[in-house]
């Protein structure tokens, strides 16, 4: 087993249902690797703050179904700092933690290959994220729980959008990345989805209102970080453009993050958890184990964080049939 006998383990981020099934995942994959297993309160501040306790079989006995992350999450700019930094690897080396797994996002990797860079105390990383927008994974923890929870919200929109003939935009999570939208969209029936990664999107939305393909009553998925503006303004937009019909708007907003994770979530955030206490066993360092083609695979945090990852512009193109 090398040199690792401690291994801690943190969650950062924002953050996403079946984190938890992760955390029990790490450590009873490390009880039964015969390690000892530390858990760190609210993220990179509990570096800092030298935030730990002893984590067992039993103390991850009954979280795999809640959401939420039983360690915590918060920003920390301490972290950002050289001195922060070096205060986080004192109190590292003080508890004798010989690893950690990080659970977390593109941010939260960030700040894990900058101190690997600084110390030898490895980071593996765990994607962490409703948004499924890290590069090197074909999944991200909570990824499929958010989905379902804007279907079924989508879903009871349609019922009064229906009763009343109106059209709704709603907005859903999705500051950089139009995953969430586009796959909800397209299971909710969206009669149009506009993200990020497709430019004059409105301009394609009032095209197809005066190609009079759009019914009365209508659900228009956009992210958040669409370049209208998010729903808001791109209602106030078109409701200008289009006096005749009765708009709402409706944000989901922090919805998505909650709830009891889906099935899928369980089972891959134990996965992944499994495959980062293996990694740090074999020595890897500054990495984060993803799935790609339903595999386990190991991708630097350099590529994680620095490239693109895009939507499938096939998914794209079968919105716009079926809308």
Do not use: W
């Not at 006096?243 to 089972?267: E, M």
Request: net charge negative; aromatic share 6%.
């Amino acid at each position: 087993m090398g040199k690792i006998k401690r291994i801690g383990v943190l969650t950062s981020g924002g953050d996403a249902p079946g984190m938890n099934a992760a955390i029990r995942a790490v450590v009873r994959t490390s009880v039964y690797k015969e390690l000892e297993v530390t858990g760190i309160l609210n993220g990179f501040q509990g570096l800092i703050d030298a935030s730990f306790k002893p984590l067992y079989a039993q103390s991850v006995s009954d979280i795999m179904q809640r959401g939420g992350t039983i360690l915590k999450t918060a920003r920390c700019e301490e972290f950002r700092l050289p001195e922060g930094r070096q205060k986080a690897y004192n109190n590292l080396k003080q508890a004798g933690i010989d690893g950690i797994v990080i659970i977390g996002g593109d941010g939260s990797f960030t700040g894990a290959r900058l101190f690997n860079e600084e110390y030898e105390i490895p980071f593996v990383g765990i994607p962490g994220t409703i948004d499924n927008d890290i590069f090197g994974t074909d999944y991200t923890i909570g990824y499929d729980t958010a989905l379902n929870t804007v279907v079924e919200a989508v879903d009871k929109i349609r019922d009064t959008a229906s009763a009343h003939n109106r059209m709704f935009f709603v907005e859903v999570m999705g500051a950089e990345a139009g995953f969430i939208a586009l796959y909800s969209g397209i299971a909710s029936g969206a009669e149009a989805i506009l993200i990020p990664e497709i430019k004059n999107d409105l301009q394609n939305l009032k095209e197809l209102v005066e190609g009079g393909r759009k019914k009365s009553s209508s659900i228009i998925i956009v992210a958040e970080g669409d370049e209208g503006g998010g729903a808001f303004a791109l209602a106030e937009a078109f409701k200008k453009e289009f006096k005749g019909y009765d708009v709402r708007v409706s944000v989901l907003g922090h919805l998505q993050r909650g709830g009891s994770p889906s099935a899928i979530d369980r089972v891959n955030a134990s996965r992944l958890g499994q495959a980062a206490v293996e990694a740090l066993i074999d020595d890897q360092k500054s990495v984060m184990v993803g799935l790609l083609n339903d595999e386990i695979t190991l991708v630097p945090f350099r590529k994680a964080v620095k490239q693109h990852k895009d939507v499938d512009r096939s998914l794209i193109e079968l919105s716009k049939i079926l809308s």
